[in-house]
Structures are given as C-alpha cells and as structure tokens.
C-alpha cells in the first residue's frame, strides 16, 4: 500500500526534553511537509523540503529542526526551545515537478499529537 | 503568507439538506484543491479544480471557481451524518491553509 505514515500517534514529553516525530512516504514524493495544528485553528507550516537534503523555513520554524537524508524520510524535532508544544502535528508530501509552484495535490500522514507534561 | 480563507467558519445542517462553503484567496493560480479532515485525523483531499475549469464535480461534490473574484465554492448535495468535518480550501500559490469550515450533519 503506498501511503504516509507518522509515529507516534500520542507523544508525551517532559518539559525541557527534545522529541522527534516520524514521517514517512513510499509514495515517491520529492516534496515533504510539516504542519502545526492547535484546536479551532488551521494549519500552520513549520518546515518543508522540496528535494532530499535541502529543507526551507515555513512561518513558525522556530523552536523546530528537521532533516532530510532520504527521500521517503522527514523527521521533526521538537527542541526545549518551543516555548508551546503541545498541538496536533500533521506531515504531508506532494510530487513536485519543481521549486515554483511546488504545491500540488498533497497527501497527509494520520498526525502525532503531542502533550508536553 | 495565507492564501485560502474558508467562509463560514461552521455551519450546521441536518441531513438531506445541501452545504455550502467558500473559498477566497488573494493572488493568481494554477490550481485550487479542497481537502476534509475528520477530528483528530489528517486532511484528505477532495478534489483539485483548475484555474482554467470553472465547474467540477465529484459524486455528491460540486466545486466552482471564479477566477475574476478570487473565490471557490464547495457545495455538498443531500449531506449525511458522515460528512461531519472541516473542511479546507488550498492553492498552488501557498502552502498554508485558512480554519477551514467545520461542517456539522445532524440526522
């Protein structure tokens, strides 16, 4: 089956610790994504990566690191430096025929919800 | 920057009856896509609509497309229980979402 999966589903983390979320896709995708997502709100992009080992900021990178060594791989890393971690974390990827215009339809893993404690 | 902006923010209905949201977005397109997320769960595309398409449909989905007015439309025919969502406009020109518009079906 040709998909994205994350892992964990429920994550709960100790102030002050580092957690990293999974994303993977066998679906081919160039394109990875990731996205915040707090109760009643939208989806706010954190990172995203158009080609492997090349990764842009989105508009709340901070407090974030990811990496991009394969192309079906694109962890998240939530550091002690996110001031509010607690949310809903969607990954997501999209073929990409290049930089412009990246978007294309995109397909989205289940999420990881986080509680920091 | 966002682009999508999903109007109305909820909108509650009772089975059979048709829903309709709308989409607003602020600069030139190449596609416009709709995507439905269930609570707790991740977004899952509905339909993609181009920019030179003005109409599309999808089994019980219809969407539309204004391009002078910068606005989509997603209408639900004979809405069902299951339809109970959020629903979430996208285009090609950003990678953001809006709110989205949360869809409540009562049988």
């Known amino acids: 089956d040709g998909g994205i999966t994350q892992s964990p589903k429920y994550l709960f983390r100790k102030e002050g610790q580092n957690v990293t979320l999974s994303c993977e896709q066998n679906?081919?995708?160039?394109?990875m994504y990731w996205y915040r997502q707090d109760p009643g709100q939208g989806l706010r992009l954190i990172y995203y990566s158009q080609i492997v080992n090349d990764f842009q900021k989105g508009d709340i990178a901070e407090g974030y690191s990811v990496s991009r060594e394969k192309k079906e791989s694109f962890p998240l890393t939530v550091t002690s430096a996110q001031k509010n971690p607690t949310a809903f974390y969607l990954c997501a990827s999209t073929y990409s025929s290049g930089r412009a215009r990246p978007r294309g339809t995109q397909y989205f893993g289940p999420g990881t919800r986080l509680t920091v404690l | 920057s966002q682009q999508g902006e999903e109007d109305p923010q909820a909108l509650s209905i009772q089975e059979g009856e048709n829903a309709t949201m709308n989409c607003s977005y602020k600069?030139?397109?190449?596609?416009l896509q709709w995507y439905r997320q269930n609570s707790g769960r991740g977004l899952v595309h509905l339909i993609l609509?181009?920019?030179?398409?003005r109409e599309k449909h999808s089994g019980r989905l219809r969407v539309t497309l204004d391009t002078s007015k910068k606005s989509s439309s997603l209408l639900i025919t004979a809405s069902r229980a299951a339809d109970t969502a959020s629903y979430f406009c996208?285009?090609?020109?950003?990678?953001?979402f809006g709110k989205g518009t949360m869809l409540l079906v009562s049988p």
């Open positions: 600069t030139s397109i190449n596609n």
């Open positions: 679906l081919n995708h160039d394109a």
């Open positions: 609509i181009r920019s030179n398409e």
């Open positions: 996208a285009t090609d020109a950003s990678l953001t």
